[in-house]
């Protein structure tokens, strides 16, 4: 399935789509899922209307006796990112939520790695400055950094990789955890400074400063049937769980609870438990069951 195809995607399968992209896949697009990924769950987690977010997620809401209902909807898909001002140059934002009359509000950066890891100082430098220049111009939007990684071991008995192997194994440099599950020093490095870079709280507070950051490794041992998300050795303060649950505390807390004025506009919306999305689909199948439907 193309990455590109604008779909209703588990956290499963766009990592496997990242982790192992098809021979036909250029690089910059195997992490073209994810922001599928993100998009859908802002809706049906963060309660953020799909009108407002871009790429704009195969979902639509429908009102019935008050109540709000989702709808999986392909066809109301739109797939691109969103250009916005920066402090010193415009910048495309992989998934943006964008309300009416005041700009954009929240955003995530994505960024995946397979290999080639010593090139990780470089992607801080350009996250560092990617921040900046963004808050630079909207200094109150909450904004997150993804970083996604392929656990390539050092003790994986039969790697398999879509880049070039050393003899049946990983090249050092390719490494991200040494035998016995030890992260590399510099995934331990890149780990340092992703904390370092994250946890921005006032508007007021060091614009290089991420609202969240998170940092998942995707296991690649076993090949596609066994890819997903590879346990252990992530800080918890990096959980791309815990990044999307600070990233909704933070827009209340700005937009919702410190401008009533605007509660209108800015305030999440809530979901029937009817929702068809949600009945058939969300609260029916494990491959969702890190999203915590927005139910009222």
Not at 28 to 45: F, G, Q, T
Not at 66 to 83: C, I, M, N, Q, V
């Amino acid at each position: 399935m193309p990455p590109e195809t604008p779909v209703l995607i588990s956290l499963k399968e766009a990592l496997t789509q990242f982790a192992f992209p098809p021979a036909n896949v250029q690089t910059s697009k195997h992490i073209i899922p994810l922001h599928w990924y993100v998009a859908c769950r802002l809706v049906i987690e963060g309660g953020f209307d799909p009108d407002q977010i871009f790429p704009r997620p195969p979902i639509t809401v429908k009102e019935r006796r008050r109540a709000l209902l989702l709808h999986h909807d392909p066809s109301a898909a739109k797939p691109g990112e969103r250009t916005v001002f920066g402090g010193l140059k415009t910048k495309q934002l992989d998934v943006t939520v964008t309300v009416p009359t005041i700009g954009p509000v929240l955003a995530v950066s994505l960024k995946g790695t397979h290999n080639a890891f010593r090139n990780l100082t470089n992607r801080m430098e350009e996250a560092a400055g990617d921040c900046t220049n963004i808050h630079m111009a909207y200094p109150a939007l909450v904004y997150a950094f993804w970083s996604v990684l392929r656990a390539n071991e050092a003790d994986d008995p039969a790697p398999v990789a879509h880049f070039k192997l050393k003899e049946d194994h990983y090249a050092g440099p390719d490494l991200a955890f040494q035998e016995g599950g030890e992260p590399t020093e510099t995934i331990k490095r890149y780990q340092q400074a992703l904390l370092r870079l994250s946890e921005r709280d006032d508007l007021r507070d060091h614009p290089s400063r991420y609202e969240a950051c998170g940092l998942t490794f995707v296991k690649a041992r076993g090949g596609p049937a066994e890819c997903g998300v590879y346990a252990g050795n992530a800080d918890s303060k990096l959980d791309y769980n815990r990044m999307f649950h600070r990233l909704y505390a933070i827009f209340d807390r700005r937009f919702v609870y410190t401008a009533a004025k605007l509660r209108s506009k800015t305030k999440r919306k809530v979901w029937d438990r009817e929702s068809p999305l949600l009945k058939e689909t969300i609260l029916r199948q494990d491959a969702f069951a890190e999203m915590e439907p927005r139910i009222g």
